[in-house]
């Protein structure tokens, strides 16, 4: 089969050409010809053609005029034009390729790298519903459909409505993946698809259900078959857990807590929390500084040489001065579970703070109190919570509390057997 392309006109000289393409078949003889915009990018050096739909030349030199219309602003601000017209996968593939190389140098970690492949399936999808359009056309209909066309998807293992958090982060990493492409010239738009309303709960962990929890915690902690860096992952969990329960501190508070945050003094202990620009230092009851002293001394037993100076944050990851970036929610969910509840995805582990400051309002504690040792405002409190009480801010706060509850406990047997 012969082919043949000659030149038939500068459309615009240095810029735009109409080429005819023909070729015949070696077993029909009959022969076929297509009319082929050619665009000269200067910027780059190098050519790119389009393939026109017109079956006549009066019809193909307008095409191709429409396609100089749509691409000379990329080929003047020296955007190469024909990679553009590549397809998804090879952008994708390209994107996640750079991310790897983010990955190799520890700029991010390699379960995210994982998770932003995961989160471009759907948008792999979407392109091909769309019968693949260039970039620039595809982030234009994400704007306009993707809400639309991913609300209609479930969750392939459970088949359930896929989540509004889970749905906001597939957003986030195609906005990022969009973002990319404009960044290394490939396209110009980013889609503006806001991120949807996350029904935020102010459930408080169900009390009835705070015993077992615990008491799962301890014996997978305990278990033989429990790995040495696994366990210091649930014990950094459970304390996280015994820390905001008891004091109402926030997740970011906990994970920025260093050893030298907690300070002993002669009218008690105290300790320093602070992230989201919000610091306070709070009186620590007893009970609650036991907690945090038996999980120093299950690293020191845990780990040669651990101290305070090499290792500052209390929640360091399993050898690392650093803490997790998050907290595992598996972890979260699997101890739920096991502790009986049906409805466990619907609690974080923010809802150990609203138990915490529940438990102080339905205790008698004033607002003001409360917002004042937890960090918050009275009318964010009383909105959320509605309660009312005067007094002083740690007595009030731990006012129907027994003085057996807050004192400090000795070490748990079972926290001894792995420690020794």
């Known amino acids: 089969m012969a082919t043949k392309q000659r030149k038939i006109v500068d459309l615009i000289p240095k810029k735009l050409a109409l080429l005819e393409r023909e070729w015949s078949s070696s077993t029909s003889g009959k022969t076929t010809h297509t009319f082929i915009a050619r665009l000269w990018q200067p910027k780059v050096k190098r050519y790119t053609f389009a393939t026109l739909k017109s079956s006549n030349e009066h019809r193909a030199r307008e095409e191709a005029f429409q396609v100089w219309s749509k691409l000379s602003a990329d080929v003047e601000a020296g955007r190469d034009v024909g990679a553009r017209r590549r397809k998804l996968d090879s952008f994708v593939d390209d994107f996640l390729a750079a991310q790897k190389q983010r990955a190799d140098d520890k700029q991010i970690s390699v379960k995210r790298l994982e998770v932003l492949g995961h989160h471009l399936v759907s948008l792999k999808r979407?392109?091909?519903?769309?019968?693949?359009?260039?970039?620039?056309?595809?982030?234009?209909?994400?704007?306009?459909?993707?809400?639309?066309?991913?609300?209609?998807?479930?969750?392939?293992?459970?088949?359930?409505?896929?989540?509004?958090?889970?749905?906001?982060?597939?957003?986030?990493?195609?906005?990022?993946?969009?973002?990319?492409?404009?960044?290394?010239?490939?396209?110009?738009?980013?889609?503006?698809v806001p991120l949807l309303k996350v029904e935020r709960t102010n459930a408080p962990f169900p009390n009835e259900f705070y015993r077992p929890l615990l008491t799962v915690s301890r014996k997978e902690i305990q278990s033989p078959q429990t790995k040495p860096h696994h366990r210091w992952q649930l014990m950094n969990y459970r304390t996280v857990i015994l820390l905001m329960s008891g004091i109402g501190c926030r997740v970011l508070e906990t994970k920025n807590l260093k050893w030298n945050d907690i300070t002993e003094r002669r009218d008690g202990t105290f300790i320093y929390l602070h992230g989201k620009g919000k610091e306070r230092m709070i009186r620590l009851p007893e009970r609650v500084f036991g907690h945090l002293q038996d999980l120093r001394r299950f690293k020191e037993a845990n780990w040669e040489g651990y101290n305070a100076e090499e290792f500052p944050h209390v929640f360091n990851a399993f050898g690392s001065p650093k803490p997790s970036n998050q907290y595992d929610i598996n972890i979260r969910k699997r101890w739920m579970k096991a502790a009986g509840m049906k409805d466990y995805a619907d609690y974080e582990y923010v809802c150990f703070r609203h138990k915490f400051i529940t438990d102080a309002l339905c205790n008698g504690a004033h607002s003001l109190s409360v917002a004042k040792y937890v960090g918050t405002s009275q009318i964010m409190i009383e909105k959320t919570y509605e309660g009312l009480v005067p007094s002083d801010v740690y007595d009030l706060v731990f006012k129907a509390a027994p003085d057996d509850a807050l004192a400090r406990k000795v070490t748990p047997k079972w926290l001894e057997e792995i420690t020794t």
């Open 126 to 192: 979407f392109y091909e519903t769309e019968k693949r359009p260039p970039l620039d056309e595809l982030a234009r209909r994400y704007t306009a459909k993707w809400n639309s066309f991913r609300s209609k998807d479930r969750a392939s293992k459970t088949g359930k409505t896929l989540s509004t958090r889970f749905r906001n982060n597939e957003i986030t990493t195609h906005k990022m993946f969009f973002r990319w492409c404009v960044d290394q010239q490939l396209s110009s738009v980013i889609p503006s």
